[in-house]
């Protein structure tokens, strides 16, 4: 039974290594590297409203939210855009080639529109152009865009008063919405005229939503129905309420970021690391003999997962984040030394072979356990300290060193655990307990 298991485990290991070799081999997964690796622009925006003046944090964010999608605009790879303390927005954009055009897509007011589609329901996502708004969309800015149709704009954002997400009682949502007084008259006779047609809701020339006129809809307020999930009516009322930047922002800073570690000394630092792995797979396999051999190979499946991981989530690497990684591949190594001195000590206790290995790892895990659990909730606080105050480096290290510990508990309890059984296990009475390929003599 427990070599079934082992062949099980072993089975499922080299299906997590081919996979992980697809997604570090597969072009379509590029590492992403942040503005100290590649340079970049980076833009500091500020409210433009008097100091005394209060700013909520759902001002804010929305603000935030609206800029994102902008700066995505762009095509550029893993933009950062956060808020930084409660008046500024920061926003990072690694190896843009027109820093003018993006300054200038930042600097432009989001605009909601609601736009007069006749009978066509256009699916969400949809760029478009409006009579109103004839510039290029977002697609045409992403040179995705075919022929991007023109419609005519009926209201904008600037006519919505109010919006909400409603629950039913039979648990569906819809989104309910107030205009403000001057359009309420307007829009009820528009909405007789064209029952049974579409009126799109249009975000930045990109549809959000195209819901069909039911009815006339007067007296100010009206509903959107459809298949909304919570957070789906939630989004929706959001850009209703602020199609448009629900407070001004004004341009603190810009700057243009080099790479600040330049060419030469990413290749030094390259060629550092991997000096310093090689020297820990040499002491390892030296140290402790076969078993250190097979913890270097669970070592090498270790950087390989982590890589696999960065690439598949993907982790923007800049060099706090790759110091979390070499960080958590120290962690990797100690974890390694625990079971195999744990090993030694139940060899020197007269257990079996077998027995040994077993124990030691049995034993050896509730350290791991508790060690790797403290580091974790250690890189909770500084991702949420990250986060809260701006600080995206330290966001950086806390991820890759948080998935650098939880990858070292797989490999160290299960690869590391499996290729020994199977290996060394499996001979025990061919290796006897003192043995020198084992380390135990």
């Known amino acids: 039974m427990k070599k079934t298991n082992d062949i099980i485990w072993l089975i499922i290991i080299l299906l997590i290594m081919g996979g992980a ?6 072009p379509d997964y590029p590492i992403k590297r942040g503005l100290d690796l590649q340079g970049g622009l980076q833009v500091l925006l500020e409210a433009d409203v008097p100091a005394e003046q209060e700013i909520t944090l759902d001002e804010i964010d929305t603000a935030r939210q609206i800029i994102d999608h902008r700066v995505n605009a762009l095509g550029v790879t893993e933009p950062l855009v956060q808020t930084e303390g409660e008046r500024r927005i920061l926003i990072e954009l690694p190896g ?26 256009l699916p969400e996502g949809t760029c478009i152009r409006t009579s109103e708004n004839t510039g290029p969309s977002r697609c045409e800015l992403e040179g995705s865009a ?31 919405f107030d205009l403000q007084p001057e359009a309420s008259d ?22 959000i939503s195209s819901p069909q006129i039911n009815s006339v809809i007067d007296g100010g307020s009206g509903t959107i129905s459809g298949s909304f999930t919570p957070e789906e009516a939630e989004k929706l009322a959001l850009q209703l309420r602020f199609g448009s930047l629900p407070i001004p922002l004004k341009i603190e800073s810009t700057r243009q970021v080099g790479a600040t570690l ?12 991997a000096i310093g ?59 390694n030394v625990l079971v195999f001195e744990r090993i030694k000590e139940e060899v020197a206790a007269g257990n079996s072979l077998t ?67 199977i290996v060394v296990g499996w001979n025990a009475k061919r290796f006897g307990k003192k043995s020198k390929l084992l380390g135990t003599s």
């Open 146 to 176: 075919g022929t991007v149709p023109t419609f005519e704009a009926v209201m904008t954002g600037a006519d919505m008063a109010q919006a909400n997400p409603i629950r039913t009682d039979f648990g569906q949502y819809y989104v309910e």
């Open 355 to 421: 027995a040994a290995i077993d124990e030691g790892f049995s034993k050896a895990w509730v350290a791991i356990r508790d060690s790797n659990v403290a580091t974790l909730l250690i890189c909770f606080i500084l991702w949420m300290f990250g986060r809260s105050f701006g600080a995206s480096t330290v966001q950086g290290f806390a991820i890759t060193l948080a998935i650098g510990v939880m990858i070292s508990m797989f490999t160290a309890v299960f690869v590391t655990r499996t290729l020994v059984n």
């Open 262 to 273: 330049g060419a030469q000394s990413i290749e030094d630092s390259i060629r550092a690391g």
């Open 96 to 121: 843009i080639d027109n820093p003018e055009d993006a300054v200038a897509l930042i600097q432009e007011t989001a605009l909601l529109e609601f736009v007069d589609t006749g009978l066509q329901s």
């Open 186 to 207: 307007f829009f009820a006779d528009y909405t007789r005229e064209h029952q049974g047609e579409f009126l799109t809701i249009v975000l930045d020339k990109v549809v």
């Open 277 to 335: 792995v090689a020297m820990v797979l040499i002491f390892m396999m030296a140290y402790y003999r076969l078993p250190g051999f097979l913890a270097d190979l669970a070592l090498l499946f270790y950087m390989l997962l982590n890589f696999a991981v960065y690439q598949g989530i993907p982790v923007t690497l800049t060099l706090p984040a790759i110091t979390g990684f070499l960080l958590s591949t120290g962690m990797a190594v100690d974890a």
């Open 21 to 26: 070799i697809w997604l570090v081999t597969n």
